[in-house]
């Protein structure tokens, strides 16, 4: 069937397990099957494209029996956006296997006693959870088979998401449905206005064309912010500026910047407010946050709530504890903490970000957390703890790589009372766990879904120091 003589058919394959990045596996003569779009509990015939020693890659060629696990996708683009790998499976099976994704992980590859996992904690919203997304302009979108075969009717020009694997080629989107409406009709009428102007798209290859990037986010209060990129400064800026801020009064923080650099990062480059507030305002309990164009803050708000809320409540601080925030971002965590503690002390390696996260604790009146820029293996010295104090309390959210062995020394060194450690990859978590179990006993153990529709899963882990 393939192009490759290499690859072979396997028939009546059943899918047992979903596995990690999502990818579902089935068993064939010994050997793991990985395959993509199905879903446990489908009967297929796979074609095998890639033979490994241990396991094989292979793509469903038939389904022949469904899932009873399935659901409709809701998404037009689904199969071919990598954005929501799962929405083919019904919301109670994407939390089951989310939930087996920690215990497997914590199991196989942490292997430390663990007591058994709460619950895993389900997202309120399973669709339009995100607060932020970011669209790139492409001259040459991804063509279906179907446009190929009718090449004179389609227009090249495309405001989507970049295809996996593929940095040139961006899927073109009618509707995302991990945001809001008003959002989708911003995507939709900017490209149709772009469209109609002949104003020209970017083009990846050549860094050609005027217009980059747009990225959409909102707040729980409200706001709106939508920034345009453009490649270098035109007429066609204040044409497009205008009809936004014309179209969509709603909008409260419209923005542009000027990238032309080759790459697409926003870090290092000024964003410049056109119409309205040049920030947005969000809100965590009594808490405000004042969130920068190109701030970190998380992106399913909700639930970001309950993520923090059960963090502090293992955490149990205490009014003379000193609590450590480490990888802090714009201090969300630590700010959130802060009116437990005697102090916290936050470290991020984002100066940008700490900027942020000091006048978000100035806008709050918090004035007992102090924020350092650093990165975490430099700065985490004898002399930063002598100097801040010895925490009762660590909580660390690292970012998918986990904890650098320096850091965990560290911690080991140091010894604080409990760790709370979020995690947004459980892989890099059990194996940073493991190198502590020796002075430190898994307490609980919280995962919760920041991200339905993706395996994405966030996990909440308290580690307290063994009786000695
Ligand atoms: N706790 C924050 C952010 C967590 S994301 C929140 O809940 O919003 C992880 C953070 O770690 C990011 O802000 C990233 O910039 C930071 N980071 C990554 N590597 C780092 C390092 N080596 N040293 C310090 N900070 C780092």
Known sequence: MGKNKQNFIIEDLEITDAGAEGICVGKYEGKVVFVSNVVPGDIIDAEVYKKKHAYYMARPLQIKVYSPQRETPKCEHFGICGGCKWQNMQYCYQLQYKQKQVFDNFSRIGKFPFPDILPILPSDKIYAYRNKIEYTFSDKRWLSFEEMDHKEDFNPNGLGFHLPGMFDKVLDIHYC????????????????????????????????????????????????????????????????????????????????????????????????????????????????????????????????????????????????????????????????????????????????????????????????????????????????????????????DPPRNGMHPDVVAQILKIKPQRIVYVSCNPATQARDIALMTNIYQVKVTQPVDMFPQTHHVENVCLLELKES
């Open 177 to 396: 449905h991990l945001h809001e409406t008003v959002e989708n009709d911003i995507r939709n009428s900017l490209k149709a206005f772009a469209v109609k102007n002949n104003i020209p798209f970017y083009n990846a290859r050549s860094h050609e064309g005027l217009l980059r990037n747009l990225i959409i986010r909102h707040s729980v209060c409200g706001d709106l912010m939508v920034i345009i990129v453009f490649a270098y400064k035109d007429k066609y800026l204040s044409m497009i500026m205008d009809f936004l801020k014309v179209k969509f009064p709603q909008i409260t923080a419209l923005m542009y910047a000027i990238n032309d650099k080759l790459n697409d990062s926003l870090n290092d480059i000024c964003v410049q407010t056109y119409h309205g507030k040049d920030h947005l305002t969000e809100q965590m309990e009594d808490l405000f946050f004042k969130v920068a164009p190109q701030a970190f803050y998380q992106t399913n708000a909700q639930q970001a709530i309950k993520l923090y809320q059960t963090a502090r409540q293992l955490a149990n601080i205490q009014p003379k504890h000193i609590v450590y925030d480490l990888y802090t971002g714009t201090g969300t965590i630590a700010l959130f903490v802060a009116k437990q503690a005697q102090k916290v002390v936050a470290v991020e390696y984002v100066a940008s970000a700490v900027e942020n996260a000091k006048e978000n604790a100035r806008l709050n009146h918090i004035d007992n957390a102090y924020f350092y820029v650093g990165d975490m293996a430099k700065i985490f010295t004898d002399e930063f703890i002598r100097q801040n104090g010895q925490p009762d309390v660590i909580i660390t």
